[in-house]
C-alpha cells in the first residue's frame, strides 16, 4: 500500500467508530471470525485496545493483521484501523 492510499483510508477511518474491542479475554477464533466478517463487508475497520486487554495496541494490531489477513493502516493511541481489499466488492 503507498503513502497516497494509506492517507486516503486514514482520513476515511478518522470518520468511523470502533466496531470491536479487545478486552481481557484477547483474541480468539471467534473474535477473529468476527473479524473477518467485518472485513469482508466493509474491507476498513476500526477496533479499541481496552486499557485492561493483556495486550497492547501495537501486539494486537500485529496479531489482528496477521490472523485475519489484512493490512495495518494505522494504530493511534488505543486504536487500530485495518484494512483488507475486497476484490468482490466494486468501487
Same mark, same amino acid.
Request: glycine residues 4%; proline residues 2%.
Given at each position: 500500500?503507498?503513502? +497516497?492510499? &494509506?492517507?486516503?483510508? !486514514? /482520513?476515511?477511518?478518522? +470518520?468511523?467508530?470502533?466496531?470491536? &474491542? @479487545? =478486552?481481557?479475554?484477547?483474541?480468539?477464533?471467534?473474535?477473529?471470525?468476527? !473479524?473477518?466478517?467485518? $472485513?469482508?463487508?466493509?474491507?476498513?475497520?476500526? !477496533?479499541? @485496545?481496552?486499557?485492561?486487554?493483556?495486550?497492547?495496541?501495537?501486539?494486537?494490531?500485529?496479531?489482528?493483521? +496477521? +490472523?485475519?489477513? /489484512?493490512?495495518?493502516?494505522?494504530?493511534? =493511541?488505543?486504536?487500530?484501523? $485495518?484494512?483488507?481489499?475486497?476484490?468482490?466488492?466494486?468501487?
Amino acid at each position: 500500500m503507498d503513502n +497516497k492510499y &494509506r492517507k486516503k483510508l !486514514i /482520513s476515511a477511518a478518522s +470518520k468511523i467508530k470502533p466496531v470491536f &474491542r @479487545v =478486552g481481557k479475554s484477547g483474541i480468539t477464533e471467534i473474535f477473529i471470525s468476527e !473479524i473477518d466478517k467485518a $472485513l469482508s463487508a466493509r474491507e476498513l475497520i476500526k !477496533i479499541e @485496545v481496552n486499557r485492561n486487554s493483556l495486550l497492547d495496541p501495537d501486539s494486537a494490531a500485529e496479531e489482528l493483521a +496477521k +490472523k485475519s489477513r /489484512s493490512e495495518i493502516v494505522l494504530v493511534a =493511541g488505543r486504536k487500530v484501523v $485495518l484494512f483488507r481489499k475486497n476484490e468482490d466488492k466494486d468501487e
